[in-house]
């Protein structure tokens, strides 16, 4: 390429960048970026990848609880998927991005919110042993209502290596009435019991395979336990969660989690 090329690129790229700018997807500045440097810099120290968490459900640990590395919710009663990653809080910067998607359909969050994923966890999609990544699906009558799944619209843009295979189709989710978030971690486990289940067409296919289950939020974690459940029912070797948001867990003594 000649000079004069290269400098005709790069000319277009600037000039595509500015006339194409776009706002910042967390504190809505006007710039060329889905998240622009402040923002980023404010995920990078104090995203929830920064902190000691439970290995098998994400949440950040508590002083007393990092000699174990589980927290007392998990030593309790541990859960069927063994590992969970998660990019921020609930409550962090993030959040508004994520209602804009769901709440107000505005697809391109998911851009911001992929793009987010990638600047800090693209490596573990490369170094990721897993065969499938599934996003967390919605049921035909919400997904009606809302016009798409959230989960794979941030999904389908997350970089990955090539020997993750996405599937959106896999699993699918019965419809129910809606549970309330405020519910109880017992009646959301009852409320989600036989609401997910896997296509005939892809049990032989996620045999023996580690899986990666993505959803944009975790709560208390009894969808991706059920989830986990249905797919090491079902012959999965190891089931990962990759969430993008995960809310605080309710203010708990030790003596309610033992
Ligand atoms: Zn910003
Ligand atoms: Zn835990």
């Not at 919710?73 to 921020?88: G, I, K, M, N, W």
């Not at 919400?142 to 389908?156: P, T």
Request: aromatic share 8%.
């Amino acid at each position: 390429m000649s000079l004069l090329e290269s400098r005709f690129q790069s000319f277009c790229a600037r000039l595509i960048s500015h006339t194409l700018a776009t706002a910042c997807i967390a504190c809505q500045a006007f710039q060329a970026k889905t998240l622009c440097d402040a923002c980023t810099e404010i995920i990078s120290n104090e995203g929830l990848f920064n902190y000691e968490c439970c290995s098998l459900c994400g949440t950040p640990l508590e002083t007393a609880e990092l000699v174990s590395q589980h927290c007392y919710s998990c030593l309790a009663e541990p859960p069927y998927f063994d590992t969970t990653l998660c990019l921020d809080r609930y409550d962090g910067i993030l959040q508004n991005a994520l209602h804009e998607l769901k709440y107000h359909r505005r697809v391109a969050f998911a851009h911001g919110l992929a793009d987010a994923w990638n600047i800090f966890m693209a490596q573990e999609g490369i170094n990721s042993d897993a065969s499938f990544l599934l996003p967390v699906p919605l049921s035909a009558e919400k997904l009606c209502s809302r016009g798409f799944n959230q989960a794979w619209e941030i999904s389908r843009r997350i970089q990955c290596g090539h020997h993750i295979q996405k599937l959106p189709n896999a699993l699918k989710r019965r419809h129910h009435e809606q549970v309330q978030a405020q519910a109880s971690r017992t009646q959301r486990s009852q409320a989600i019991h036989e609401m997910f289940y896997l296509e005939k067409n892809y049990l032989k296919q996620l045999q023996n395979k580690n899986i990666i289950v993505f959803d944009d939020v975790m709560t208390t974690g009894a969808t991706l336990n059920e989830i986990a459940r249905i797919l090491k029912d079902n012959g999965a070797t190891r089931v990962m969660n990759w969430v993008v948001l995960r809310t605080p867990r309710p203010k708990l003594s030790r003596a309610q989690y033992v």
